[in-house]
């Protein structure tokens, strides 16, 4: 069992930045891949970045690509997630993810990942 938990969300300015936080306990996290969803208000779920456990290698969703950045440090057992010029869009709860057997084309689907965060709250505000 893996336990995750998401810090460093908050309210910021349009262009503002946010660092998003995900501890995990219990198992290291070394041969789990990573992901970041967010969930606005009325909408679904989405993609926002995941890391795959083989590959350091970054994905993003297009909205987001240029201006967040995901990382892990596995000695910390933390993977973080640089979020910069944001704007309203980017306004969600913000969740992270872990999966022991993901594969990489996997990666951006939810339901593909057995562990999940209680979600961190991001308001832009313009």
């Known amino acids: 069992q893996v336990q995750l938990v998401e810090s460093g969300g908050g309210l910021v300015q349009a262009g503002g930045s946010l660092r998003l936080s995900c501890v995990a306990s219990?198992?290291?996290?070394?041969?789990?891949?990573i992901g970041w969803f967010r969930q606005g208000a009325g909408k679904e779920r989405e993609f926002v970045a995941a890391?795959?456990?083989?590959?350091?290698?970054?994905r993003y969703s297009d909205s987001v690509k240029g201006r967040f950045t995901i990382s892990r440090d596995n000695a910390k057992n933390t993977v973080f997630l640089e979020m910069n010029n944001l704007n309203d869009e980017d306004t969600a709860v913000y969740y992270c993810?872990?999966?022991?057997?993901?594969?990489?084309?996997?990666?951006?689907?939810?339901?593909?990942?057995?562990?999940w965060g209680q979600g961190t709250q991001v308001t832009v505000s313009s």
């Open positions: 993810a872990a999966d022991q057997s993901i594969i990489l084309s996997s990666l951006r689907i939810p339901e593909q990942y057995d562990y």
């Open positions: 890391v795959h456990r083989n590959n350091g290698v970054g």
């Open positions: 219990g198992r290291s996290i070394r041969n789990y891949a």
